[in-house]
DNA sequence: AGCAGATATGTAAGCGCTTGCATTTTGCAT
DNA sequence: ATGCAAAATGCAAGCGCTTACATATCTGCT
């Protein structure tokens, strides 16, 4: 017995089953149109050959790839992988496979993985966010790929979308802490370009403090990439402020955790010295001491309800509808009245 | 301006830059065997038309795929990603595109993703860890599919790995505990069970124990899965015991972390009452408090030379040598000497 | 027994690209 | 001008699969 020189192919199941081409796939794709035989003989004869098919050839000749793609600003953190998992567990169930790759929040990146994704035959795409170049879409839709965005509702935009409203939650968590008796905010954003969380997460802070009729002096924004060591960094800023801020609202909960472990290191205490919040809940939330009060975002469920509602696109054209989700606040601890109040 | 019903082919660009097929793709692979002039014309026509190279149609042509594939235990949390991240971009340095799919942990499904990997076509494979059914080597000999093992180093195994002596960081780290003073040590590990680094590290501990004489009873083992809560919940058996340890060495931070975590709810201060220690040294190994006293694995460099090694295998056939590196152990608080000591 | 209609299988035309080989063009020394 | 090797390009054969469409083989009726 000398070993194949490559893998086997359908007509070497063909041959050895003695049946045609036509008749192997039909067995392997839709058995039922093949009578019980036929089709015991060719298993038999793809079990002895360890017959794998090839998938480049069968997504050339069918035009389809049982693959959705996924883009995503990064894995370094654990910000999108409960959600994503979620997503591509529902995929799995429904015979897709998905494609992740990361864009590290640089909308070139974003395209040239888009257009890598598409060259891959996806079936159809996620991403994450609405703000992107107009013409992706376009292109999107000239190729005919199904897209939905995930992580931030916005009714008749370009693309459906599955997410919640990033402004509205970053509101209510805002009033929170003024209600807290807090004056003097501070806030760790991240990089707004291109990101429209970033900004309506942000707008959902101004949006608290005009309601609540803070003075806009006592509201200071440090914009800074998600990364522990930036929130660290950018929650040093804050506080070497002339009149530092007794609360300090964070992006997410990577940066949360930075501020919160650098005020630890300056000898503050959370929350009694400075209050800090985060926002995703992730499992770093919990993890670090006092937990953080952030803002729950259902990242499963929305996974799911994503991987839903794009194979229902991709396999029925329709445009998709889009739902969103609500958040609510979970306290963790983090959170406290403004010190001497 | 009609859409067009599907995306530009290579014939397009041929047609509208006046050559012939062999020639646009010649501009795109080997753009040194086509003359100037016309490789701008053709240029021209790519960028008119928005052509993109059809992925599956050119894998099948060149029997090349320009992709690796990876299969990591898990994504859920983050004892893998710096690892990946470096083995990517090294990757992506180099030309090639990384496919990611994991086995949760389960010996199956890594088999499946094996094939499914080799049937779309991946030059090259990562695995983790050395234990496996024999048969998948020679299933990926058969196929002719360089594979590197990473996280584990062994020479003269099945196939070529690049990582660290598991057994030898864990019995360093078991030395010092013992060194401490401790003398009922505990041990949190993860399943055994097709994972050698498990296996290793339990082995590496019940080393140092016998080096140093200590009492077999006086070293109780809980196998749990690699999870936070899981953690917790090891912690809280192994504490449950008539005469607790002092000491518990964890099979990863993750599980360390939960461990941490659990001691604390449970009113225990670490070190003072119970010492704790991770193995891997992710990011979250230092935000907890205490940071965790733990191995230093170096992830960023084993990604980057299993990057290396696996183009090397790809490109020149060569079987590839492997490579040992070195941990060391990093303090970080979470380890003191025994109580009333 | 014989036939319509369903059911099962085979035939063969691509899918979009790469690449060995054949052919044409070019550059340069004579 | 002429010839020749080298460089540039074209031709066409696949790569392994799916799927109309054509053909062959069964059903169950009358």
Redesign the interface.
Known sequence: MS??R??PTLDDVAKMAGVSTATVSRCLNNPDRVVATTRERVQAAVDAL?Y??????R??AAKR?FTIGAIIPT??N?IF??GL?AFQEELHLRGY?L??SSSAYKPDIEEEQI??L????ADGLLLIGHDRDPEIYK?L????IPTLIAWSYRPNALAPSIGFDNRKAMRNLAERVIAAGHTRIGMISGIREGNDRARLRIEGVQDAANARGLSPDGFTIVETPYE?ENGGAAFAELMAQPVPPTAILCGNDVLA?GAV?RA?DMGLRVPQDVSITGFDDI??AR???PALTTVHVPHREMGRKAALQLVEMVETQSPGQGEQLATNIVSGGSLGPPPQG
């Open positions: 070993k194949p490559s893998a360890g794998t098919p090839n998938f480049a050839a997504v050339m790839s894995m370094e654990a992988a409960r998992q496979t494609l992740v257009r890598k598409a060259a891959r035959g292109y839709e000239s190729r005919r522990i955790v472990r630890q499992e770093l993890i670090v001491s």
